[in-house]
């Protein structure tokens, strides 16, 4: 069955950096869209970054220019370098699924059929 493993989540200082992995099976990882979004305390879920099967990729406007998203479809893991940590990264960091090949930068939570437990990021001095 799919599966989805995040790891890498860890306390960092800010300014510090982080990398984040998700581990995948069950399916043809190279075929689908892949999405990390993150949950802080008391907020609603927040769509981090895409990656789509060609590669092209999106990134939300907080992120931009500091986390780089990646897969590596031999390994089938799914990847999130965050550099330039802040005290609002602060999340529960959770890697997606796209139901379907076809799905891309949706960020609906309908379009989505699976994704793992979460790792947590802290940053603080």
């Known amino acids: 069955q799919v599966q989805l493993v995040e790891s890498g989540g860890v306390l960092a200082q800010p300014g510090g950096s982080l990398r984040l992995s998700c581990a995948a099976s069950?399916?043809?990882?190279?075929?689908?869209?892949m999405s990390w979004a993150r949950q802080a305390p008391g907020k609603g879920l927040e769509w981090v970054s895409d990656?789509?099967?060609?590669?092209?990729?999106y990134y939300a406007d907080s992120v931009k220019g500091r986390f780089t998203i990646s897969r590596d479809n031999a390994e089938n893991t799914l990847y999130l370098q965050m550099n330039s940590l802040k005290p609002e990264d602060t999340a529960v960091y959770y890697c997606?699924?796209?139901?379907?090949?076809?799905?891309?930068?949706?960020?609906?939570?309908?379009?989505?059929?699976?994704w793992g437990q979460g790792t947590q990021v802290t940053v603080s001095s």
């Open positions: 997606l699924k796209v139901a379907n090949r076809w799905v891309r930068g949706t960020h609906n939570m309908v379009d989505y059929d699976y």
């Open positions: 069950g399916f043809t990882f190279s075929s689908y869209s």
């Open positions: 990656i789509y099967s060609d590669g092209d990729t």
